[in-house]
């Protein structure tokens, strides 16, 4: 009776449920028998007729399964996809590109000799654009300009429109975050932006690829940028406009140098654009067609004669406009979030701060904007309201950097620069959004005219004395290793541990355990986001090539309320990272970033994977020696919403390993009751989130138990210690007993290696995310100044007065721990007469004795210039 049942299951199996649609796990669990004999599947009583032999075709299909194949992204693993599969499920290169569009992409493994026309590519149902098939018989289509970033589903016809059975995903990207070498150079960008200004004329150079147009004859045009409507209501738009051409039929050459004239008055208005280059073919301005763009910049060379004849009196008079429309636009600052107080906790808190890439410690810190920083990170998150951006930028010190002190000083920004979901109309446009209402400004008042404090008042730094540093908690292999549950300090001789990489869980509230069980647990749950997080934990293999008695981390899943479903997991190969995005495996062979439906994922690096979701909540998966190491990163608000192996955030270390009845294992749990503490927070059936995509994991983990109850881990008191490598323990782990206890107990340095650095990097990201107070910007004195930027806990800022005054109050005020200052701002008054005569008389003198002392030097250094010559 089972085996002929087999295959079926598989083909069930393999059509498990993904995320937000397709069946629900319950379905999984319909006899097939009942399928089998069901007369129309669901596919088949679709409109339209079916060819002979749909029921084998992915044709209006992909991502649709059904008893005779698969459509799935799970069928290639499986060996279930419909024999069709790869034509109509379509795989393209490049899969992305800037939002502007113009990209010409190869739709992979579909071959098409009949016709030369009628290939259409069909965005998000709305944006067509038209593609073509090539002389060796490959489709090509092109993206369009998008308002938005993210994943873009798209259809293809190859019959000029008729039916489009065939479907992908396009990604578009934030314009800056593409490599520059697609795009049209500015050739010395600076003059473009200040063309006119006080200096700057001559003729403008821009260069592009000219293999990437595949023509003899290009036509180079300006488009514009506009928003339009009144802000923040429903009709506020936002557009690009074909404005003129700069050259039309010029020679493919990848270079074109012009003489820039001002606009014509009725294209004045457009301030921010970009260059774009076309085939000649095509009418000047026509949409979506193959092309080329520059970056958007500010459009200085094309302004007009006012501009030109007196261009700081034009830049003053927008920046005082825009001051004006600033006073009528509500107030973002007030629903921003407050920075992070330190360089450490701003790099440490990746759920809601990322890199700006404006200005990366990691890539040179190249701080165009913010002279003085080393690091700037944004808020990942655009506000709820108003989708606007906090940006805070800090010292090679560590120090925030804030505009009340320096122009270097972080702004927020009324438009978030990465945009806002769900993207398209203001102020939610990636980049541009933030040009209009954050960038131009600046050029306005800072740039091309000495305005700058107007713009540093209404872009000020927050500082940090609301910040609350996220909490940790997380699973790491081997590392960690103090003791079991609440025990005593650890003995590496006396109580070796058990296992082979064992994972250790750390809680929100700091509790710690060992858990080997094999199966998939839950992690996390928060209804109040509907978050959930869970594992899949896998036995490891002995040096000796068997079975370990003790598990690792091999998958972990991540979800909050609708959002997409992303699982990082290691990939068969040992050591590397894949990531699936409801299911499908993602490539970030183009891309590091991705915008998705409720997150956002960055993988700087091979080996680690970050994911931001909405709420603030961010998850760090990197590997760790032989599996994945697991951090969850959670802000305030999740205080008192969290259960699962995690345990329950509300600073109470005590009630952290609940059951999922309620039932609190006691502070001395032994470790035999802690592995049921895991076992009971087995993922459910029904909400699991993993990916079941090769016959192995169905048969482990689809069709046998979530805990596998016949795996029997290693306990502590079941195992003996081997001295016999003690002096490589000595020299790998030093005194770090965490490490040298691994190896004791698994024989394995390398198991011990993974445990220190693992150990290492939870500590240091504890360390970085410590709390730390803050007093708030201190002001200097009127007719003085102030030493001192630093305005956390135990920095003194030092004060003084210009000359001519002199200080009342404290010299000096400190920060307490308390968040205030040690005293208030002093004051400078202005010195009596008689000082002032003082003053001079004594002044006087000291321009004497100066000029004397000068004069003696002088003469000596002149003895000794041989030898200050040598110096470099
Ligand atoms: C090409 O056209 C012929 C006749 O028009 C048709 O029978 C054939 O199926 C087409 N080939 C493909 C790959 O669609
Ligand atoms: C597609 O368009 C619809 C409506 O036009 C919109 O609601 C949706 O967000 C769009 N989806 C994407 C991925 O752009
Ligand atoms: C760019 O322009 C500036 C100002 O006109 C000039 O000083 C600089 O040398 C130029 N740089 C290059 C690489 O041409
Ligand atoms: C472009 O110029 C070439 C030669 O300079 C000419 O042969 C061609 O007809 C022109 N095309 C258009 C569209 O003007
Ligand atoms: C500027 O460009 C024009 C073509 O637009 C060219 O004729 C002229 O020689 C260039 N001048 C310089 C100084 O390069
Ligand atoms: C584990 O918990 C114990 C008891 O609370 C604590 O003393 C120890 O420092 C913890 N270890 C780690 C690595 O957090
Ligand atoms: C969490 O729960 C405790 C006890 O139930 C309560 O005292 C505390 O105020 C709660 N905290 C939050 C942030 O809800
Ligand atoms: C979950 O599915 C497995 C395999 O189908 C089954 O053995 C187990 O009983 C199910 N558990 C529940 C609670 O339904
Ligand atoms: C102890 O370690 C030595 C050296 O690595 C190894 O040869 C030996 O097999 C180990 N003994 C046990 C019992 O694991
Ligand atoms: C430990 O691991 C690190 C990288 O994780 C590696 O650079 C180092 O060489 C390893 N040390 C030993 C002794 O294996
Ligand atoms: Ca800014
Ligand atoms: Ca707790």
Avoid at 475 to 498: I, M, V, W, Y
Avoid at 609 to 633: D, H, K, N, R, Y
Wanted: overall charge negative; glycine content about 10%; hydrophobic content about 35%.
């Amino acid at each position: 009776m089972k085996l002929p049942l087999l295959p079926w299951a598989l083909l069930l199996l393999a059509t498990a449920p993904g995320p937000g649609s397709g069946p629900t796990a319950g379905e999984i669990d319909v006899g097939p028998a009942h399928e089998a004999a069901s007369p129309a599947p669901a596919w088949a009583r679709c409109s339209g007729p079916s060819p002979p032999g749909a029921q084998e075709s992915c044709s209006y299909r992909c991502g649709d399964w059904n008893e005779q194949c698969s459509c799935r992204p799970t069928c290639s693993g499986l060996g279930t996809c419909c024999s069709d599969f790869r034509d109509f499920c379509l795989e393209i290169s490049p899969y992305s590109d800037s939002m502007m569009g113009g990209k010409d992409f190869v739709v992979q493994h579909l071959n098409w000799f009949n016709s030369t026309d009628g290939v259409i590519c069909r965005f998000n149902e709305s944006i067509q654009t038209r593609g073509h098939v090539d002389s060796l018989g490959l489709v090509h289509c092109v993206s369009p300009l998008l308002y938005e970033t993210g994943r873009i589903p798209f259809t293809l016809s190859m019959d000029n429109g008729r039916s489009f059975p065939r479907s992908g995903t396009w990604l578009a990207v934030h314009p800056n975050k593409v490599s520059q070498t697609t795009k049209i150079q500015l050739e010395n960008e600076t003059r473009w932006q200040y063309y006119g200004t006080a200096g700057t004329k001559g003729n403008l150079t821009l260069t592009w690829q000219a293999t990437v147009l595949p023509t003899h004859f290009v036509t180079i045009e300006l488009w514009g940028y506009e928003e339009t409507g009144k802000p923040y209501s429903g009709e506020w738009t936002a557009k690009w406009s074909y404005l003129y051409p700069l050259a039309t039929n010029v020679s493919n050459s990848g270079f074109f140098t012009f003489t820039p004239k001002p606009a014509p008055q009725n294209y004045q208005r457009w301030e921010v654009g970009a260059i774009r280059i076309i085939n000649s073919q095509y009418s000047s301005g026509e949409k979506d067609v193959q092309a080329l763009w520059s970056n958007e910049h500010a459009l200085a060379w094309h302004l007009g004669d006012d501009f030109r004849e007196d261009p700081v009196a034009w830049a003053r008079t927008q920046c005082l406009a825009w001051e004006e429309l600033e006073d009528q636009l509500p107030n973002f600052l007030e629903e921003l979030p407050d920075c992070p107080c330190t360089l450490a906790q701003a790099r440490a808190d990746t759920g809601r701060f990322h890199t700006d890439y404006g200005c990366d410690i990691e890539h040179g810190s190249e701080c165009t904007y913010h002279p003085g920083a080393v690091h700037c990170v944004r808020s990942v998150q655009a506000s709820p309201r108003y989708a606007s951006g906090q940006q805070c930028c800090y010292t090679a010190a560590g120090t925030q950097l804030l505009t009340a002190d320096s122009t270097g000083g972080s702004t927020p920004d009324r438009g978030h620069d990465w945009g806002a979901p769900p993207f398209r109309a203001p102020p939610r446009v990636p980049g541009l959004s933030h040009w209009l209402y954050d960038v131009i400004s600046f050029y306005h008042c800072c740039l091309w005219a000495p305005e700058c404090s107007r713009y540093m008042r209404r872009r000020p730094s927050s500082d940090c004395r609301t910040y609350r540093p996220p909490r940790l908690g997380g699973c790491q292999p081997g590392g960690l290793r103090a003791e079991q549950g609440q025990g005593g300090p650890p003995d590496p001789l006396l109580s070796p541990a058990s296992a082979f990489g064992d994972p250790h869980f750390v809680t929100f509230d700091g509790a710690n355990f060992t858990f080997n069980g094999h199966g998939e647990y839950v992690l996390l749950e928060a209804a109040l986001t509907g978050l959930s997080v869970q594992a899949r934990a896998q036995p490891g293999t002995t040096p000796e090539g068997t079975q370990a008695r003790g598990t690792g981390l091999t998958a972990v899943a991540v979800q909050e309320g609708n959002s997409d479903v992303v699982e990082v997991r290691l990939a068969d190969g040992v050591g590397v990272l894949q990531v699936l995005l409801n299911q499908e495996v993602l490539s970030f062979a183009e891309q590091s970033w991705m915008d998705l439906q409720g997150m956002f994922l960055s993988v700087a690096a091979e080996d680690s994977v970050s994911i931001m979701l909405s709420s603030g909540a961010g998850l760090e998966v990197s590997i760790q020696g032989p599996f994945l190491s697991v951090t969850v990163l959670l802000p305030e608000k999740f205080l008192n919403h969290t259960r699962g192996l995690l345990g329950t955030l509300n600073d109470n270390p005590t009630d952290d390993f609940t059951l999922r009845s309620g039932q609190v294992l006691s502070a001395g749990a032994s470790s035999r009751q802690l592995f049921q503490f895991g076992a009971d927070w087995a993922v459910e059936n029904a909400s699991s989130l993993l990916t079941y995509d090769s016959l192995l994991l169905v048969k482990d983990f689809l069709y046998g138990p979530k805990h596998d109850p016949t795996f029997q881990p290693l306990f502590p008191d079941e195992t003996t210690p081997n001295s016999s490598q003690a002096t490589e323990v000595a020299e790998l782990c030093g005194d770090n007993h965490f490490c040298s206890y691994d190896v004791a107990a698994t024989g394995s340095l390398s198991v011990g290696n993974a445990t220190r650095t693992a150990y290492q990097l939870h500590q240091s990201r504890v360390q970085s995310l410590q709390s730390v107070v803050s007093c708030g910007w201190l002001a200097p004195p009127l007719n003085g100044g102030k030493e001192g930027i630093r305005y956390l806990v135990g920095s003194t800022i030092h004060f003084h007065c210009d000359s001519g005054y002199s200080l009342s109050g404290a010299e000096a005020s400190t920060c307490q721990a308390d968040g205030t200052w040690s005293t208030t701002t002093p004051t400078c008054q202005p010195r009596h007469s008689y000082t002032v005569l003082l003053s001079i008389i004594f002044g006087g003198l000291a321009v004497a004795a100066l000029v004397a002392v000068v004069y003696v030097v002088l003469c000596r250094r002149k003895g000794n210039m041989a030898i200050w010559g040598s110096q470099p």
